[in-house]
């Protein structure tokens, strides 16, 4: 009879965990590139130390109306991932993919989520409900699974922890929202970028621009926005990270509504701002909308 050999349980337990130390090197993380911030910081979520993250459009960059740079071709074409809004908020990114050459698999992260229409456009604001956020989790969850299969466990227990800050996360703004009295449930923003937030949660937004930041704003879209604030007494106007202040302040002055603060709409802040995750951003929206409205 043999005898039992300690030195082989060694060597299985150095070749079983040699896969595990591989992952923690960078250069064997999974490259993923987000078109925006917020999608890039769900990836991070989902993805942990098992990815590598960039972001096309960056903190406080507009993704509406984005013009990619040559380096965001090389970015694409090296992913091992491509994960995109969709609902018509990329609308630089078919040239850019072509130019790219890239194979990468794309994930649509909002699909399965049934889009707010405004006018004949769908709304492609839909992470601005915390309950959406969720379906993009899944669906980012869901690719990185399908990219890297021999991780799927660590992803899914990653998804499954940060859907339970979310759930948490939701509570806080429906409590949030609660404070605030029925009849100050209406605000100002520069651009329709909170109708998944209105609807979810039950605040009405006024926006003199569109669902895109690329529409030009009348002089008599202006006016009757001004109209609508003195009738109906809204208390405050918002200013937007991604956007000129300019003609909130007039409007602001013009109807002596205050302004209320900065909502985060589209992109999230660099590390040393006031909403560099996507947590943060949604904690810090219900501020500025309790502290302006909740009195
Ligand atoms: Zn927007």
Do not use: C
């Amino acid at each position: 009879m043999r005898r039992f050999q300690p030195w082989l349980v060694f060597l299985v337990l150095v070749i079983s965990a040699a896969p595990l130390r591989a992952q923690d090197r960078a250069q064997d993380r999974l490259n993923v590139v987000a078109s925006f911030s917020i999608l890039g910081d769900f990836v991070r979520n989902v993805g942990g130390e098992l990815v590598s993250v960039t972001t096309l459009v960056g903190p406080d960059g507009d993704v509406h109306v984005y013009t990619p740079a040559p380096a965001d071709a090389k970015k694409i074409a090296d992913a091992k991932l491509l994960v995109i809004n969709g609902l018509g908020l990329e609308g630089w990114l078919p040239r850019l993919l072509q130019a790219s050459g890239s194979k990468a698999p794309i994930v649509t992260a909002t699909d399965g989520i049934a889009p707010l229409k405004l006018g004949s456009d769908a709304d492609p604001h839909a992470w601005q409900s915390v309950a959406n956020a969720k379906i993009y989790v899944g669906n980012i969850r869901n690719a990185l699974v399908t990219a890297d299969p021999a991780d799927a466990e660590i992803f899914r227990a990653n998804a499954e922890n940060y859907l339970t800050k979310l759930d948490a996360l939701d509570r806080e703004v429906r409590a949030a929202i609660a404070q605030i009295p029925q009849n100050h449930r209406k605000v100002i923003s520069t651009h329709d970028a909170f109708g998944y937030f209105a609807a979810g949660y039950g605040i009405d937004f006024i926006a003199p621009l569109g669902v895109s930041t690329e529409s030009e704003v009348s002089a008599r879209d202006i006016a009757k926005i001004i109209t609508q604030i003195k009738k109906s007494g809204i208390p405050a106007v918002f200013l937007e990270n991604i956007s000129d202040n300019r003609l909130m302040r007039r409007i602001s002055a013009e109807t002596g509504a205050r302004v209320g603060g900065t909502l985060y709409s589209d992109a999230l802040t660099d590390e040393k701002g006031v909403a560099p995750t996507y947590i943060d951003m949604v904690r810090h929206n219900i501020k500025a909308l309790t502290s302006a409205l909740a009195k």
